[in-house]
């Protein structure tokens, strides 16, 4: 399997915001505790939608929470 050509720093953001855990950051941006374990670990690539959902919640734009590495692959 292919590794995603982005990274990012939501369990670091999450840390950052009172320790919310995966489940917390699911039920705000609707979607479940697995789906965002696989977003952190590089699994699961999410919809725009859900990627900015979960830039909005840190208050942070999309770039500070995801990384394109896709020149590199």
Avoid: C
């Amino acid at each position: 399997m292919a590794s995603l050509p982005f990274t990012n720093d939501i369990r670091t953001l999450r840390f950052l915001a009172g320790e919310m855990t995966q489940g917390e950051l699911g039920d705000r941006v609707g979607v479940t505790r697995q789906t965002i374990a696989a977003i952190e670990q590089g699994k699961y690539s999410p919809s725009l939608e859900v990627a900015f959902r979960i830039a909005r919640v840190f208050d942070k734009p999309l770039e500070a929470v995801f990384q394109w590495d896709g020149d590199n692959n």
